[in-house]
């Protein structure tokens, strides 16, 4: 990802894409790179917002609230995805599908898959470095 293909209401950036640069700050996707992105569901319009907004080491250390759910209650609980770039990823999904609570709950599983599929990819990859030692 690189940093020009953002529109900020900031005028620099410094360092590489990472939570610290985006808090708190408006932006936006050039509009050619949302042209260039499926849209055949709101699942795959969000998976690939989330892949131009987040790194994969994001993805993969987050979680969709950065709250507890039923299945992991006794485990620590992952921090929550910046609130402002998916608050970006909401909107942005809301203009080509609409704004209901039932877009809002397929975002969030989106989302939800998409972080479980970087973990693994990211458990991968660590297990592989282990063996390439």
């Given amino acids: 990802i690189n940093l020009s293909d953002y529109e900020s209401d900031?005028?620099?950036?410094t360092g590489n894409k990472t939570a610290h640069n985006f808090a708190q700050q408006k932006f936006d996707l050039k509009s050619s790179i949302i042209s260039n992105l499926i849209k055949s569901s709101v699942e795959s319009f969000t998976n690939d917002l989330l892949e131009n907004v987040f790194t994969d080491e994001?993805?993969?250390r987050s979680s969709v609230t950065g709250k507890p759910c039923n299945a992991?209650?006794?485990q620590e609980v992952a921090p929550a995805l910046d609130s402002a770039r998916m608050d970006y990823i909401r909107e942005t999904v809301h203009k080509f599908f609409g704004k209901t609570s039932k877009i809002n709950s397929r975002i969030n599983k989106a989302?939800?898959?998409?972080?479980?599929?970087?973990r693994k990819d990211l458990e991968k990859r660590k297990k592989n470095s282990l063996f390439n030692l």
Avoid: D, G, P, V
């Fill in 72 to 74: 992991t209650k006794n």
């Fill in 58 to 60: 994001e993805l993969a």
């Fill in 10 to 13: 900031k005028t620099s950036f």
């Fill in 111 to 118: 989302a939800q898959n998409k972080i479980i599929t970087k």
